[in-house]
């Protein structure tokens, strides 16, 4: 019974959380709420008994995923008036298009639920803990998968620094080659000067 009241706090607090995120006028507050989001469901993840998935949930996301948006958001000091610029006039568009992205997943995830009972344990099994299991199966089931979401991972990395190094009009390079061969005659000239001696006024010589 405190299971179940505990999830329902848990899940009511992760949906107010999620709805906030998107409707705070405060870049800031989003990702706050954002972070909240992330909290509330690591807990859920520890009613599952599924530690290694609440404290990844936690480290990953919360610890460092969301500092890095909250730095980027308050470094960017983004103007939110032009995003809601014209909002009402994309709304229906924009419901329209958000109710059939829940409609495909509700149709994806209600499939999910007709699990068949699982099959019993192996005792020698569930001393091993949640997390070695979970290593186990994804790196002898699942690797391939995991392979190959790695590798997307990595193309989306060097696609990502591409787009920021792409040359832009506005931007200023510099040629790392060019910097590592120069010399000091290249930047520094030394040019012999005769001496000028700067003859005093007449109103600092008659106080002399």
Known sequence: MTTTALFYLFATVLLLASFAVITAR???HSALYLVLAFFTASCVWMLLKAEFLAITLVLVYVGAVMVL??????????????FRHNFWKHFPIAGLVGALIALEMALVLTSGFNVPEAAPVD???AELGNTKLLGIEI??????PLQIAAVLLLVAIVAAIALT???R???RYQDPSQQVRVKK??????VQMPPVVQAKNAAEEGKA
């Open 26 to 28: 405060d870049t800031v």
């Open 69 to 82: 948006f909250l730095f980027v958001v308050m470094m960017l000091d983004i103007n939110t008036d032009a």
């Open 123 to 125: 005792p020698r099994l």
């Open 139 to 144: 790196y002898t089931n699942y690797l391939y």
């Open 165 to 167: 190094l792409r040359r």
């Open 169 to 171: 009009k506005d931007s």
């Open 185 to 190: 005659a290249d930047r520094l000239r030394i």
